[in-house]
């Protein structure tokens, strides 16, 4: 579940709402297996997303496609604002597993418009070192020398790291026509109650360089699931998202 972004133009804006989000699965025993070896367990996690006067269901998926895995996120509005007569707004991570590293192939995402100038495409080419990328209607070169992820792969890459250790995971993404750094700074923490559950959960700003603030409250109790976001600017909520349901609470 993205960034918090506007629905009218999420990732080109750099705010990403997306519940930006999740993976994450399958109980073992007594714990959440959410990566198995040099695998990663397929997961679903749904959260209700608001905005102003809208409100949409964002549903995150990850799935197995031969030997890529297949990152998917839908938001879908709700309410009023669905007779608007605008469709789900999709986006899609493909990437590889390996060494407890994402590697991002192909990323594409679209607003439900309809719109072609408002569809984005990111071509990871690692092998020649460079990334194609179609976005705001124009085709972006950007040159692929270090560690890159797409607007969805950095939050299930954090979720990895976390779970490695690392405390204040830190990546270059991919927006489409530039590339921005995230660096996640932890803030302290919180118990949320999700699903009559209380959930340890630690608040994180996710720094963009950006006069919008981003927040992450992931839970170590579900394998650093995202439970809540919110996106601050000038003082103000934006945006906000909560978790209602995952298969890591089943």
């Not at 397929?42 to 959260?47: G, K, L, Q, R, W």
């Not at 394998?223 to 089943?250: C, F, N, P, Y």
Request: with cysteine; charged share 25%; aromatic share 8%.
């Amino acid at each position: 579940m993205h960034l918090i972004s506007d629905w009218n133009c999420p990732h080109l804006k750099g705010h990403y709402l997306e519940a930006r989000v999740m993976s994450a699965l399958v109980l073992m025993i007594l714990a959440p297996a959410f990566c198995l070896g040099t695998e990663l367990e397929p997961f679903s996690a749904t959260y209700t997303i608001s905005r102003a006067a809208f409100k949409a269901e964002r549903t995150v998926e990850l799935s197995r496609d031969g030997s890529e895995y297949l990152l998917t996120a839908k938001t879908t509005l709700k309410g009023l604002a669905s007779l608007a007569g605008r469709g789900t707004a999709v986006e899609t991570s493909r990437f590889q597993f390996t060494q407890d590293r994402i590697i991002p192939i192909l990323y594409t995402a679209h607003d439900g418009t309809g719109n072609p100038d408002r569809i984005i495409r990111i071509e990871f080419d690692f092998s020649s070192g460079v990334t194609r990328a179609q976005a705001r209607g124009s085709e972006h070169l950007l040159k692929l020398d270090q560690e890159v992820f797409d607007p969805l792969s950095f939050e299930l890459m954090a979720r990895i790291d976390l779970r490695n250790g690392v405390t204040e995971p830190h990546y270059m993404v991919h927006e489409g026509d530039r590339l921005r750094p995230y660096q996640f700074r932890r803030k302290g923490t919180e118990t949320i109650m999700v699903r009559r559950k209380k959930l340890n959960t630690v608040r994180y700003l996710i720094d963009r360089q950006s006069s919008r603030q981003l927040y992450y409250w992931l839970s170590p109790d579900l394998d650093h699931l995202m439970v809540q976001l919110r996106q601050v600017h000038e003082g103000k909520t934006k945006a906000s998202g909560i978790l209602t349901w995952s298969s890591l609470l089943l």
